[in-house]
């Protein structure tokens, strides 16, 4: 049972143009949302996050949108810039007070010069 | 930011034989670990939290005897794949946390590609 899914496995966007990036989830009890970045043969590293108290967080040309009632989270990357193109992983905490997180499948970003 | 590092990064090994993966937190002590599978085109699984000085917690399905996790030091925790067969074949990744950071501020290694042939 996934629970917190990516639906979409790829997405092309032109540099300079906004990327937007979804993550559904199935866990009402997730309290703390994040997005991982990661480039090929690299560790994923760890990009933006939102606690399920905001619906809005923004980091630079990152913001990360949570809609609790739909159970749907977004990350915007505007602009877009090649050095973007990379696997989006978005991944969810379970608030009884483990560390263990639960990731969606990725979503690769490719930015087009 | 924090620095992890695993090895090996690719491993190919027979059936029945035991690999060993190694995963250092290099400038940070991290009193926690975990370790990851991701098999192709899937999420990153939790296998195990790996604690310092203590047993590591496994995940429902995870064959705690044969995925051997030991937290020896607080810059390394290995993980052990014994016996291995074709079907351990996956991406192996660690993190680790910097003792009392946030959740969002886990470091990944860069992942160990096992193959069993």
């Known amino acids: 049972d996934q629970q917190v899914k990516q639906n979409s496995p790829s997405l092309s966007v032109q540099e300079g143009r906004i990327s937007i990036l979804n993550c559904d989830y199935t866990?009402?009890?997730?309290?703390?949302f994040l997005w991982y970045k990661k480039y090929p043969a690299e560790g994923p590293t760890f990009l933006i996050s939102?606690?399920?108290?905001?619906d809005k967080n923004e980091d630079g040309r990152f913001t990360v949108f949570l809609n609790k009632s739909a159970k749907h989270l977004s990350l915007h990357i505007v602009p877009s810039q090649p050095g973007d193109s990379a696997v989006y992983f978005c991944?969810?905490?379970?608030?009884?007070?483990?560390?263990?997180?639960?990731f969606g499948k990725g979503t690769k970003l490719t930015v087009n010069p | 930011g924090a620095v992890v590092s695993q090895h090996p990064s690719r491993v190919i090994c027979k059936s029945g034989t035991s690999v060993k993966i190694e995963c250092r937190s290099l400038?940070?002590?991290?009193?926690?670990m975990f370790w990851y599978r991701q098999f192709p085109k899937q999420s990153l699984m939790l296998m195990a939290t790996?604690?310092?000085?203590?047993?590591?917690?496994?995940e429902q399905g995870v064959e705690k005897d044969k995925f051997l996790i030991n937290h020896a030091s607080l810059t390394l925790s290995t993980l052990t794949v014994t016996s291995a067969h074709p079907e351990d074949s996956s991406f192996y990744i660690c993190?680790?946390?910097?003792?009392?950071?946030?959740?969002?501020?886990?470091?990944f290694g860069e992942g160990s590609r096992l193959t069993v042939l």
């Open positions: 991944a969810a905490r379970d608030w009884g007070g483990s560390e263990k997180l639960v």
């Open positions: 939102i606690s399920s108290i905001k």
């Open positions: 866990n009402s009890m997730f309290d703390y």
């Open positions: 790996s604690n310092e000085g203590s047993k590591a917690t496994y």
């Open positions: 400038d940070f002590q991290a009193t926690t």
């Open positions: 993190s680790a946390r910097v003792s009392g950071s946030y959740v969002g501020e886990l470091f």
